[in-house]
């Protein structure tokens, strides 16, 4: 029989860490273990009623039963550039300066594809959404890891980035609020990254699917607000988390119009856009009452208070996110990232990621997503203390 050798790109990603988690979990099902997935980034409350009527007309008008555009309709640009707008103060052209992606996780792996010659950098956060290094590592490009430490609040140091890495790379990835850690960027940083991306002739690009799922009064920022941004960002965004549609596949860039015609000229080569129903359905989330971001920020926030304070008491020295729906917990001493993710799920049933799966950076920590209700996260709270594990 023929060997189906897999191409050397495949060969170059990273070990998929999460695999020995996956078949750890399957064998605790099998077991009949209750188990406790806090493991998840997918919000676990139902997309807004008014979105889902808006697909259910728009899915009967046999208008929308053809191919879309390649860039997207143009209410469906329109509709994003005024929710830029009145959201952020961001005025952006529909017709050049928003493009419509089917969720921002193929915009984001295809971006590379348009500036990324083979061997070229590209700067990107450690730990980070896995997908900015596969896109690199797909165009045949090299990801130079940025460490986000707490020191640091999470935040890249790009004057540490050697010269001579800066003078090679392309791309500057960036992404606040932060998955996995949960931090949020200064407008200070954001203002530093863009003059960083024009003294170095890089492209900026921010992946903010989480900018409105923020707590305590905080409004996170778009990049493209600092002054000049324009020249040399674009931004991702994602219908995903905000109005609670992951599973509808439908995202926008916006920014730099001569950067959204190179990834536009990629995907006409590639993908026929968005279900022109997905897109009406899109309008109306984005023009629509906004009552959800707010009520998924008060069930996002009191998960996170019951579960930061109980990870306190037990010795867990965790920060509550200002924004993002994650915990970025340090693992008790004497455990890795991977060991102490094995334990819980082993002994108490609960799905926790091992940060070391999301870059070498993220190794002594896990992150908990706080996808599931209050009353499961008590329930696996107790699981923990009965264990007796402390935090350090
Ligand atoms: C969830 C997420 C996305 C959004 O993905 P979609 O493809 O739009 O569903 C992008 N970036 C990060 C960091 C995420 O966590």
């Excluded at 980035?161 to 990835?173: D, G, R, S």
């Excluded at 992946?207 to 040399?232: N, Q, T």
Aim: aromatic share 10%; net charge neutral; with cysteine.
């Amino acid at each position: 029989m023929a060997e189906y050798t897999q191409a050397k790109r495949l060969q170059a990603l990273p070990p998929y860490l999460f695999a020995e988690m996956d078949r750890l979990k399957q064998e605790q099902v099998k077991k009949g273990v209750d188990i406790i997935s806090l493991g998840i980034g997918d919000p676990d409350l139902p997309t807004p009623p008014h979105i889902v009527e808006a697909l259910a007309r728009a899915a009967a008008d046999p208008a929308n039963h053809q191919y879309p555009s390649y860039e997207g309709m143009l209410a469906f640009r329109k509709a994003a550039a005024d929710w830029y707008r009145s959201r952020f103060g961001v005025t952006l052209d529909p017709a050049t300066e928003v493009l419509s992606l089917i969720g921002s996780k193929e915009g984001i792996g295809h971006f590379p594809l348009a500036f990324v010659n083979p061997g070229d950098v590209v700067l990107v956060p450690d730990p980070a959404y896995p997908v900015y290094q596969a896109g690199t590592i797909f165009a045949g490009g090299v990801a130079y890891p940025m460490p986000l430490t707490r020191a640091r609040g999470f935040l890249p140091d790009l004057d540490a980035v050697p010269a001579e890495v800066v003078k090679q790379a392309k791309i500057l990835w960036l992404n606040y609020p932060n998955n996995p850690t949960g931090a949020v960027a200064p407008r200070e940083f954001l203002a530093q990254a863009v003059e960083f991306a024009r003294r170095h002739g890089l492209i900026l690009a921010h992946d903010a699917p989480y900018s409105e799922m923020a707590y305590d009064g905080y409004r996170p920022e778009s990049v493209l607000h600092v002054p000049g941004a324009k020249e040399v960002a674009v931004e991702f965004h994602s219908l995903s988390k905000t109005y609670n549609m992951t599973g509808w596949r439908a995202g926008f860039a916006v920014g730099n119009a001569a950067i959204l015609a190179g990834l536009g000229r990629i995907k006409t080569n590639l993908d026929s856009g968005i279900f022109q129903a997905v897109q009406h359905a899109g309008i109306a989330a984005l023009t629509g009452p906004q009552q959800c971001i707010a009520d998924n920020s008060r069930i996002y926030q009191e998960r996170r208070d019951v579960l930061v304070g109980a990870l306190r008491e037990m010795g867990f020295q965790v920060e509550a996110p200002r924004a993002t729906f994650y915990l970025w917990i340090p693992v008790p001493k004497g455990f890795t990232s991977k060991s102490f993710s094995v334990e819980i799920l082993a002994k108490a049933g609960i799905v926790l990621t091992p940060g070391s799966g999301f870059g070498a950076a993220g190794e002594g920590y896990v992150r908990a997503a706080l996808t599931v209700s209050v009353d499961r996260i008590r329930e696996a709270v107790e699981r923990i203390r009965k264990l007796g594990i402390r935090g350090s």
